[in-house]
Structure formats: structure tokens, C-alpha cells
């Protein structure tokens, strides 16, 4: 019997009444209250997520779990759906897998939904969370990445569900995490801070995450914003072909911000030889990223999925290439809208954290500051998520998205995920101040 020591009975003890009071809130009728959230993500929302986490299917105490009230963005969005006759009968079999190589050569790699996780790094999230999203991914057989902090060991066991990203900084960057790879994630740009790079404070970079980073601990760590090596589409190129020359069995993925050329930069990437173009919106990101620069300088993501879409299909390029969205992703409503304006997919963040007790109080640049022991660093606070506790409650968010999308798709006559994209004719605008359907 292993005997805990106090810190340990004290940890445990906090995260039971945190998560007991949270589960209450969530469980009862809901009671407005402007304690947590924002426009964008409400506490209706949080409360909403984190019920879908527990249940593995939305909420049916009146909690909103479709959109927001930002007045903006996908909560002025939604669905023209059919009359009930001409639904897409119950005992039709609803197929939400998407393909990730569409090229015609290499390895074929198809996930059974139309998500997976996005970068968040060793150092920006505990080991443990990054633990629980790779235990969530395998069991659903689709993907999470690594970020740009390198590849902790403790992802090994399930390395076919681990993109490992190569940033600007090169932080952890090594030939052996390349070969474990199935997916290479490129991140030339971070939508909610284009231009800026990325940022780890000296107060989260512990001796363990400078480690794995090759740093000097205590000591901040600021990514470049470009590659000092990549200036065209050859300069691209050549980073493919690094990435297929060390393993060639390897689908390289291309995550960038959404600046106005975004159209281009997408066409640049498929033929630069890339897999997937990963398209990351404003209002994405954890609260580290700076309010400035997420509401004023990439393009919302609902705006550059169509403009992609588009560029993509007159180049005669669009059914060759994966495109992926995320950027204020929140819901299954937010997947299906961001699909029906042109996306193949999208990648998910916050709203896994927010399975896990986010209450998006924005203190995550703080290595002691977040409260459920998420994006934190700290020894002692990041046992607050089991590894097994947190995959549990990724899995049932992911079980809620997949019975909400077939219900959409099933009330709009399709019978697969794929013949929802790029149908804006389905999308209907419905005003500020308004409730979807």
C-alpha cells in the first residue's frame, strides 16, 4: 500500500471539492451567474463542456451547448435544417471519418472523426494533460500534437496518435521524435499571435521542461515568428523534404495563421509537398496569448476557411489536400459550421482543457496559475489530473461531438461528413442577439 504524503492528500483533496462544486453547477438547472467566461466562451458553454465530459452526451438541463454570444463569428451561424420527412432515416449508418493524405502516395491515414488535437506544448500544459490527450486520441484513433516543446518520453506508448510539431525556436526538435511520427506538424504561424511568435515565461520553464527543450531553466523562451530559413515556396520545400528524407512514411502538415494571402500560402504549401494545410484563426490559443493580438490582427477563421476552399478548387488543387481549421472552435455545432465553409476537419484545444476544468480565467503564462492544474508546470499542481481521469473525460467530449454531428448531418439528408463540405448553401445567418435552432 502506498502511503501519500500531505502535499499529495491536500492536492487531492482540493481537486475533489474543485470539480465536485464545478460538477454541481453543471449538473443542476443552470442560474446565470457572470463568474467565469466570456462572450465567446460563456460560462453556459464551460458548464456545457464540462457536463458533455462527464455524461458523453449533450446537456438536457438547459444549458446552451451549441453556440456563444459573442454577436460575431459562428454564433450568427446556422443550419437550414429539412423537414423531418426528408432527414436521413435512423437506420442509415452516418460515416464522420475524413482522409488526411489525399496526394495519392504515401501512407493512408483516415480518422473515424473530423477532429484532433491541437499543439499545446510541455511547458505551456503539464505532462499529465499531455498524457490524457494522447490516451483520448488512441482510443479514438485519431491524433494530438506535441506543440512546440518536444516529445516528453511518457508519449512513447502511444506514438501513432502523437503529431510531433517543428517550430521556429526548434525547441526539442530531434531526429528520433521525427521517426516516431506518423504526422510532422510544420507551425509557421500561431493564429492568435501572428507575427509575435511563440512565449514561455522563465517561472514555467522548470528544470524538467528545459530539459526536454535544451534550455537554461527559469529562463524565458521566446520563439522567432518566422523560419530565418524559409522566405518562398522552394525554402518550404526544402523543409519537406528534410522531414520525408528522415521518414518517409511521414504526413507533414502545415500550420498557419490566417493572414489576408492565406489563399496563397495555402496553394504555396500543397506545392511546397505538404499533406495538410493547417489554417489557425484568431481568438484560438490558450489565455497566454495576448488579447491585442488575437482580436486585431489574424483573420477569423470562418472568414478564411471559404477564402481557402475557393482558391483551392480553381487551382483544380482542393480534392489533394486536407485543410484543417481551428481558431474559437468550440462545439460540435462550431466543427459542422467550419466543415460546411470548407474545411475538411478541425483541430481542438481549449475546449479539451475546458473538459478538464478550464474555467478560462486567463492566468496560463503563470506557472502556478491555473487553478485545475492544467497549464501549469508545477510539480506539485500538475497532480491534479490523473492521466486516465482526464483521457475519460476527452473521450466522452469527443462521444458528445460525434452524436451531435450525426444528428446535424441526419437533419440536413447526408449521410457522411465529407458532403458537408464546403456547403455554405446550408449555413443560414441569423443575426445578433438571436438563439440557433
Known amino acids: ?131 490524457s490527450r494522447a490516451r483520448a486520441a488512441q482510443e479514438w484513433g485519431t491524433f494530438m500534437s506535441t506543440g512546440e516543446g518536444g516529445y516528453p518520453l511518457a508519449l512513447l506508448p502511444y506514438k501513432d496518435h502523437v503529431i510531433t510539431q517543428v517550430a521556429t525556436g526548434m525547441f526539442g526538435v530531434r531526429e528520433e521524435t521525427i521517426r516516431n511520427a506518423r504526422i510532422v506538424e510544420f507551425k509557421y504561424a500561431q493564429g492568435a499571435k501572428p507575427g509575435l511568435g511563440g512565449h514561455l515565461l522563465g517561472d514555467k520553464s522548470t528544470a524538467a521542461v528545459a530539459a526536454l527543450r535544451e534550455s537554461v531553466p527559469w529562463v524565458s523562451l521566446f520563439s522567432p515568428f518566422p523560419f530565418h530559413s524559409v522566405y518562398s515556396v522552394e525554402d518550404h520545400r526544402k523543409h519537406v523534404d528534410w522531414i520525408k528524407m528522415t521518414n518517409p512514411e511521414a504526413l507533414v502538415s502545415v500550420k498557419v495563421s490566417t493572414p489576408t494571402d492565406v489563399d496563397m500560402v495555402a496553394v504555396g504549401s500543397y506545392y511546397a509537398g505538404a499533406n495538410i494545410v493547417h489554417l489557425d484563426g484568431s481568438y484560438g490559443g490558450t489565455g497566454a496569448a495576448p488579447e491585442i493580438a488575437k482580436k486585431n490582427i489574424a483573420m477569423p477563421i470562418e472568414f478564411a476557411v471559404p477564402k481557402v476552399h475557393k482558391y483551392l478548387e480553381s487551382e483544380n488543387i ?42 478560462r480565467c486567463s492566468n496560463c503564462e503563470r506557472g502556478q496559475g491555473c487553478t485545475f492544474g492544467l497549464t501549469t508546470t508545477d510539480p506539485l499542481l500538475s497532480q491534479f489530473i490523473e492521466p486516465d481521469w482526464g483521457a475519460q473525460r476527452i473521450s466522452n467530449l469527443y462521444a458528445s461531438y460525434a452524436l451531435q454531428l450525426k444528428d446535424i448531418l441526419r437533419k440536413l439528408g447526408l449521410k457522411n461528413i465529407r458532403e458537408l463540405r464546403g456547403r455554405k448553401d446550408l449555413l443560414r445567418y441569423i443575426g445578433k442577439g438571436k438563439s440557433a435552432s
Open 318 to 359: 482542393r480534392d489533394e489536400i486536407t485543410v484543417m481549421a481551428s481558431g474559437g472552435v468550440r462545439t460540435a455545432y462550431d466543427v459542422a459550421k467550419a466543415i460546411a465553409l470548407g474545411a475538411d476537419g478541425v483541430v481542438m484545444g481549449t475546449a479539451e482543457l475546458v473538459s478538464m476544468g478550464c474555467t
Open 1 to 131: 500500500m502506498v502511503t501519500k504524503t500531505n502535499e499529495e492528500l491536500i492536492v487531492e483533496k482540493h481537486v475533489n471539492l474543485l470539480h465536485a462544486g464545478f460538477k454541481a453547477r453543471a449538473e443542476r438547472e443552470f442560474e446565470p451567474s457572470p463568474a467565469m467566461g466570456d462572450f465567446r466562451w460563456t460560462e453556459q458553454l464551460i458548464l456545457s463542456t464540462y457536463y458533455q465530459a462527464e455524461h458523453g452526451r449533450p446537456p438536457e438541463n438547459g444549458l446552451e451547448y451549441r453556440v456563444g454570444r459573442s454577436e460575431g463569428g459562428f454564433d450568427v451561424l446556422d443550419f437550414k435544417f429539412l423537414d423531418e420527412a426528408a432527414w436521413t432515416p435512423e437506420d442509415v449508418d452516418i460515416d464522420l471519418s475524413i482522409p488526411l493524405n489525399k496526394r495519392g502516395v504515401g501512407r493512408e491515414i483516415e480518422i473515424p472523426i473530423p477532429i484532433y488535437g491541437g499543439g499545446m506544448s510541455f511547458g505551456s500544459i503539464s505532462e499529465q494533460v499531455m498524457v
